[in-house]
C-alpha cells in the first residue's frame, strides 16, 4: 500500500500522519504540497490513494485559494467564499488523474459548507439545530429571528471553521449581546483567540453585514448540557464509519473551540452523566452522520448534549476534524486509527458495502 498526501507540509497534522504510517511499517506517503496543486501540478496517477489533508495555515496557500494578488493580513477574515470555491476546484484538480481519494471530493465541498451540510444532515433525520432561511444582513437577520420567535441564535460564516467569524447572539428587553471571536478594524475584520462581548448593536451589526455577502448560516442557540461550572460538547472522531477517539471541550461561555483557551474535559465524567443509553444514542448518531459522507474515511463530528442530557444535536461536522494530539483508543491516536481502518481492510469493506448499496 503506498499513500500520497495533498497538504502543506510543514503542517504538523502531515508529519502526524507521516508518522502513523511509517509506524505500520509502511512506506513514507508522498506529500503533493497544496502551493503545488494550486500552481499546476499534475495530480497522482490511478490507483494511487490519496490522503487530502487541510489547506489551512498557509498564507501563500490561502492566497491562491482565493485567487487574490496579495496575502491576508494575519487573521484577517477575507475572501471566506473565494477560498471555498479554489478548495473546490483544488480537489478536482487532485481527482482528475484517478487517484482513489479518502476524502471524496463531493463529501468535502458539503462538509465545508455549513448550509449544505445541514440540509443534508437535516434531509437523513439527524439531530440538528434548526436552522433560519438565508439572511443577507443584520436587518434581514433580526427579522427572521423575530418571524421564528427565536432570541439566541449562532452566526456563523457559511465557509467558517475554527468559530472564526462566529457570533453567539442574544436579543433581550436589555438589548443586544454577542460573544464572538472577531475583531473589527475600520479596514477589516480579524480572528482573535480572544472571545470578546459586544453590547453595542451597531457593532454588532456591521461585523455581520460585513461577512454577510461570503454567506452566513444562522443556527437556534440550544442550551448545553454542563459539567461543573463549564458547558460542554465533544468533538467525535468517526473513522471508516466507526466512532472511535472523542475529546471533550468544556468552557464558561458558549464558544467552546479548545484553541481558544477552553480546557478538555473528563469524557468519563460526562459519559456517567448523560447515562449509558444516552450515550449510545449519540454514538448512533455519530454513526449516521458518517453514512451521509461514506467517501470519507473520516469526519470529525461536534456533538451537543443538551440540557439534562436526554437529547442530544450536531452543531458541526468537519472534513479535517482529526487532529486530537493525545488521545489514544487501544493505543492508536487519530491517524493510527484511520492507518489500521486501511491496513486491516475495514475501509475498503465499507466501501464495497457503499458501491453495493449504491
Not at 502513523?20 to 508522498?30: H, I
Not at 456563523?156 to 438589548?175: D, E, I, N, T, Y
Amino acid at each position: 500500500m503506498r499513500l500520497t498526501v495533498v497538504g502543506n507540509p510543514a503542517n504538523r497534522r502531515v508529519a502526524l500522519f507521516d508518522r502513523a504510517v511509517r509506524d505500520a511499517g509502511l512506506p513514507a506517503p508522498d506529500v503533493l504540497p497544496w502551493v503545488d496543486v494550486l500552481t499546476g501540478a499534475a495530480p497522482p496517477p490511478a490507483g494511487a490513494l490519496v490522503r487530502v489533508d487541510s489547506p489551512g495555515e498557509d498564507p501563500l496557500v490561502d492566497r491562491l485559494l482565493r485567487g487574490a494578488p496579495t496575502a491576508a493580513r494575519h487573521g484577517e477574515l477575507v475572501g471566506l467564499a473565494d477560498a471555498y470555491a479554489g478548495l473546490v476546484a483544488g480537489l478536482a484538480r487532485v481527482a482528475a488523474g484517478g487517484a482513489e481519494l479518502l476524502n471524496h471530493p463531493d463529501d468535502v465541498a458539503v462538509l465545508c459548507d455549513k448550509r449544505r451540510c445541514h440540509a443534508v444532515l437535516a434531509a437523513a433525520g439527524v439531530p440538528v439545530p434548526a436552522a433560519l432561511p438565508p439572511v443577507g444582513g443584520y436587518a434581514a437577520l433580526r427579522e427572521a429571528m423575530a418571524a421564528a420567535g427565536w432570541h439566541r441564535v449562532f452566526v456563523k460564516p457559511a465557509h467558517g471553521s475554527s468559530a472564526a467569524g462566529v457570533l453567539a447572539l442574544a436579543v433581550g428587553p436589555r438589548g443586544v449581546q454577542a460573544d464572538t471571536t472577531v475583531e473589527a478594524t475600520p479596514d477589516g475584520l480579524f480572528n482573535s483567540l480572544r472571545v470578546r462581548r459586544l453590547t453595542d448593536e451597531a457593532a454588532v451589526a456591521a461585523i455581520v453585514d460585513r461577512l454577510a455577502p461570503d454567506g452566513l448560516h444562522v443556527e437556534r442557540w440550544l442550551p448545553k448540557a454542563g459539567l461543573g461550572d463549564r458547558v460542554v460538547d465533544v468533538r467525535v472522531l468517526v473513522v471508516a464509519g466507526r466512532p472511535t477517539h472523542a475529546v471533550v471541550r468544556a468552557a464558561r461561555g458558549p464558544l467552546t473551540n479548545l484553541h481558544l483557551g477552553n480546557a478538555r474535559g473528563d469524557l468519563a465524567a460526562l459519559r456517567a452523566a448523560a447515562g449509558a443509553s444516552a450515550w449510545s444514542a449519540a454514538m448512533e448518531t455519530c454513526e449516521r452522520v458518517a453514512a451521509c459522507f461514506r467517501g470519507s474515511l473520516h469526519v470529525g463530528v461536534d456533538l451537543m448534549f443538551r440540557t439534562g442530557w436526554r437529547r442530544h444535536a450536531v452543531a458541526e461536522v468537519n472534513a479535517f476534524g482529526d487532529l486530537l494530539p493525545g488521545v489514544l483508543v487501544d493505543g492508536r491516536d487519530a491517524y493510527a486509527e484511520q492507518v489500521h481502518a486501511l491496513t486491516t481492510g475495514r475501509w475498503r469493506r465499507r466501501a464495497e458495502v457503499t458501491a453495493c448499496a449504491t
